[in-house]
């Protein structure tokens, strides 16, 4: 069993080098003015649905700018780490016109992460259903989670954090803390889900912290997680049915106040993280860069930075992680949100209270 100072002179010396590059890259900004803005997915006409976390959810097209607010949005928690969170378009969008996201849901005493599907029309939401509500409801305003994807098979997964002080329920499955859950687009549970006959049936793994990264690889369909750790310790995991990543028996970081959560950083039947900063980045959404336009970042990884304010790319052979670059340091913006467009370009969103949508393309030789 490793102890946490040889784990962190491994990660030390074969993953936290990086340089900078920036001068690569043109940027544009598309849009501004955008409260907080937490997701955005790609529609097939090439518009992009952007919520806030403010409460509010926007369509951005290269021709009219932004929207306005949407109407038919409901009303999220709005406190500290809470609000509109991510979003993404149904698979068959073209045909059935859903959205899905996710939000933090006031109730009676508290809130919970949960996940509506509505259907777009013109500037407003209509139809609008719950399709899952995070279990149990606490009152507080942190680690809620909240990225979406789709896998090949059309599950939805969704990212759940362990909401603060609940940590420990990390490894209850009989509970939505610190989880990943898949259902189905109407909310059902899939046949094959591991804790099926469990209390919370839509568990697909356990052992996280606060995931606010996921994104499935284009190539291999497997999916991909990213999550924050405490102080040092933020990971980036594959995921599988069933399986444990440790959170908090096992973590590479300690307490915001330098306390020990943990003095393990391996358990058997508990997984390792395929990447982890120590110190943390803050990480926040993820992609795998697939296009025409960045042909040396082809199959590399994608990751927003939070706390020290850059994109970072990992270079990626496989599954296995290697050099790390820093891009866009300098504008001292905390990058919320990653994707690759329909056009092979990189797009961005801002965490400010005038945050922007930004484009990116490879600098004009």
């Known amino acids: 069993m490793l102890n946490r100072l040889a784990a962190a002179s491994v990660v030390a010396t074969s993953l936290c080098a990086t340089t900078a590059h920036s001068e690569d890259l043109q940027v544009k900004e598309l849009a501004t003015g955008l409260n907080h803005p937490w997701g955005m997915t790609f529609l097939p006409d090439n518009r992009l649905v952007i919520t806030e976390r403010g409460g509010a959810i926007q369509i951005y097209d290269a021709e009219n700018g932004l929207s306005g607010d949407l109407e038919g949005v409901p009303k999220a928690a709005t406190n500290n780490q809470g609000g509109m969170l991510d979003i993404l378009a149904d698979p068959d969008f073209a045909s059935n016109q859903t959205l899905y996201f996710c939000y933090s849901k006031p109730g009676e005493g508290g809130s919970s992460s949960a996940v509506m599907k509505a259907r777009l029309d013109g500037g407003k939401l209509v139809g609008g259903e719950d399709i899952f509500i995070a279990n149990p409801l606490v009152d507080n305003g942190f680690h809620f989670g909240c990225r979406l994807g789709f896998d090949a098979e059309k599950n939805l997964y969704i990212t759940l954090g362990d909401r603060y002080k609940y940590m420990k329920e990390a490894q209850n499955t009989d509970n939505h803390h610190g989880k990943i859950v898949r259902i189905r687009p109407d909310g059902s549970i899939p046949d094959d889900n591991p804790f099926k006959d469990g209390q919370a049936p839509e568990v697909f793994s356990y052992g996280h912290r606060n995931v606010q990264g996921l994104t499935v690889h284009p190539e291999s369909g497997e999916?991909?997680?990213?999550?924050?750790?405490?102080?040092?310790?933020?990971?980036?995991?594959?995921?599988?049915?069933?399986?444990?990543?440790?959170?908090?028996?096992?973590?590479?970081g300690v307490d915001y106040s330098g306390e020990i959560i943990s003095d393990k950083t391996r358990q058997e039947g508990m997984e390792q993280p395929v990447i982890y900063w120590d110190p943390s980045i803050?990480?926040?959404?993820?992609?795998?860069?697939?296009?025409?336009?960045?042909?040396?970042?082809?199959?590399?990884?994608?990751?927003?930075?939070?706390?020290?304010?850059?994109?970072?790319?990992?270079?990626?052979?496989?599954?296995?992680?290697?050099?790390?670059?820093?891009?866009?340091?300098?504008?001292?913006?905390?990058?919320?949100?990653?994707?690759?467009?329909?056009?092979?370009?990189?797009?961005?969103?801002?965490?400010e209270a005038n945050g922007k949508l930004l484009q990116l393309s490879p600098a004009q030789q």
Do not use: C
């Open 282 to 351: 803050a990480p926040s959404g993820m992609t795998f860069y697939y296009g025409d336009k960045f042909k040396a970042w082809e199959g590399d990884l994608l990751v927003g930075a939070l706390k020290f304010t850059h994109l970072r790319r990992i270079e990626m052979d496989g599954d296995t992680p290697g050099k790390q670059h820093e891009y866009l340091r300098e504008r001292n913006q905390r990058i919320r949100d990653v994707e690759v467009g329909p056009d092979g370009l990189i797009y961005l969103l801002t965490d």
């Open 223 to 252: 999916v991909w997680a990213m999550e924050h750790g405490p102080k040092g310790g933020d990971e980036v995991n594959k995921l599988a049915a069933g399986n444990n990543y440790g959170w908090p028996v096992i973590t590479y």
